[in-house]
């Protein structure tokens, strides 16, 4: 009886430290992930973006339809020195103007 017992404790054991480190993984990506979405969040982008999937499905299928789409948004969003473009949980920061250029540039430095 004694044996069998401890061969289900161990398996619980297991299947907790799994459980542990699946719910530690998910919240360190998730942390980071809301991180930048906070940080983000003044930035002027297109549309309304998802969690998780952020302006992927805003964008057209089609390479030729996608490219006008681009050049759609380019010529909409001139005029903004900064745009914010999430393609899935990664942002793109799109700068149109050398005066921001430079101040990401000297910033880095």
Known sequence: ???????????????????????????????????????LKPIQGIGVPYPLLGNALQFKSNAG??????????????????LKLWIGPIPFLILYHAETIEVFAFAAL
């Open 65 to 82: 339809d996608f490219f006008c789409q681009v050049v759609g948004y380019t010529k909409e969003f001139q005029n903004t020195p900064l």
């Open 1 to 39: 009886m004694g044996l069998i017992l401890g061969a289900y404790t161990l398996g619980f054991v297991g299947a907790a430290a799994c459980v542990l480190l699946l719910t530690w993984l998910t919240y360190q990506l998730l942390s980071g992930y809301l991180h930048s979405w906070k940080e």
